[in-house]
Each structure stands twice: as structure tokens, then as C-alpha cells.
């Protein structure tokens, strides 16, 4: 009896010492996000704020086909302007997604149905502080209107970690062209005023801003 007592008093006592020497699992370190990873574009949530935990993608994950008259006008001013950035890419805005249109183009969705197509040119690396709008209105009459909505409301630091210090935005018939830049990567300025000569147009309205900084 007294062997049995003995037996079961060590081997609680090998129990007690295996559970209190067990070391607590180390601390998860997390792993540092590369930057281009950190710098990608935000995604608008729905109440319109920037979060930086999203990825860049539409919320509908619609494709929408980009105008080929825009795209076009935009490679003819990338030729007389050359803009030279990492995986510069041309894509459609998607007009009927809310919050991902007033992202990327500063209107509401009383505004976005004054518009009949749009396109938007940005590195798609995000690190990259330019971006280039091109939309075409319903009317004519209604440019200039979407103009100051645009200048006013497209935020010059969309990327989070990069900022845009020059924006300037023109009509010319139904046309609106917003661009804004970091003067090292771009000159909005030039872009802007090679414009007319690459498309055969002339300006009907033109006024920028600089950056807050």
C-alpha cells in the first residue's frame, strides 16, 4: 500500500513539474509588409473614408470595359507628355460603384449621372502619387460643374502613405481632364498644356490648386 502511495505521489509530482516548467508560447512577431504592399491604393468604405486595410478592387468586382475614345485620348497626350512610372496602367471608372467612384473621381452619385464614361491612368503599384482622370459628360453644359466638383473633392493624398502636392483640371467640349501629381514623378502643368496640341482641342475652362502640406 505504501509502494502505491509512493508510486502515485511521484508521478504527481512529475505532473506538476511538467505543467509548470511548459514555457508560455512565444509572442507572435508580426512580419513587416513590404512597401509596396503598405502604399497600394485604399479602398473607400461606404460611409466614404479612406481604409487602409482593403485592397484596391471595386466592391461590385464588375470589369467594366474602358472607353476606347478616352483610352485613346489618353495615349495621345502620354505621347506628347510622357509619363514614365512603374506598371502606369488605363482603366475604366466604374461609374454606377458609389464609393468607388468618389474615390477616384471626387463626385457624388448625383454628379456620376451627369457623366457618360471615364477613365483613370495611375501606376498600379500605388507608391506612386499621379493620377490622371478623363470622363466624358452628358451635356456639355454640365463640364464645368463637374470640374470644381472634381478639383474640389478628389483627395490629393488618396494613397495614404503618398501625396499629390499639384492638381489642375481643364474642359474642352465634353471633356473634363483632372491631374494631379508629386512634382518629382510628374509636371501637371506641362502634361496639362501639352494637351491641346496632342488632341486638337482648345480649353473652355482650366483651374488647379496645390497641395496643403
Not at 127 to 146: C, G, H, M, N, P
Not at 173 to 190: P, R
Amino acid at each position: 500500500m505504501k509502494k502505491a502511495l509512493i508510486c502515485l505521489s511521484l508521478l504527481a509530482a512529475m505532473a506538476l513539474t511538467a505543467c509548470g516548467g511548459a514555457k508560455e508560447p512565444a509572442e507572435a512577431t508580426p512580419t513587416p509588409l513590404p512597401d509596396d504592399v503598405m502604399n497600394q491604393p485604399a479602398t473607400p468604405d461606404g460611409d466614404g473614408e479612406v481604409d487602409p486595410g482593403m485592397e484596391m478592387t471595386p466592391e461590385t468586382g464588375a470589369e467594366v470595359t474602358a472607353d476606347a475614345e478616352l483610352s485613346g485620348m489618353v495615349d495621345k497626350i502620354y505621347e506628347a507628355y510622357p509619363v514614365e512610372l512603374m506598371m502606369m496602367t488605363t482603366s475604366a471608372v466604374d461609374l454606377s460603384d458609389e464609393s468607388w467612384c468618389t474615390y477616384n473621381t471626387g463626385l457624388t452619385a448625383e454628379q456620376a449621372a451627369l457623366v457618360d464614361a471615364g477613365v483613370l491612368s495611375e501606376s498600379m503599384t500605388g507608391s506612386q502619387a499621379y493620377s490622371l482622370v478623363l470622363l466624358r459628360v452628358k451635356d456639355e453644359a454640365d463640364a464645368q460643374t463637374i470640374a470644381d466638383a472634381m478639383l474640389e473633392n478628389i483627395q490629393m493624398n488618396k494613397w495614404v502613405c503618398v501625396m499629390a502636392d499639384k492638381a489642375r483640371v481643364v474642359t474642352f467640349g465634353d471633356k473634363v481632364l483632372f491631374v494631379m501629381s508629386n512634382s518629382e514623378l510628374a509636371d501637371v502643368d506641362a502634361l496639362i498644356e501639352a494637351a491641346p496640341e496632342a488632341l486638337g482641342v482648345t480649353f473652355n475652362y482650366d483651374q488647379s490648386k496645390t497641395a496643403e502640406m
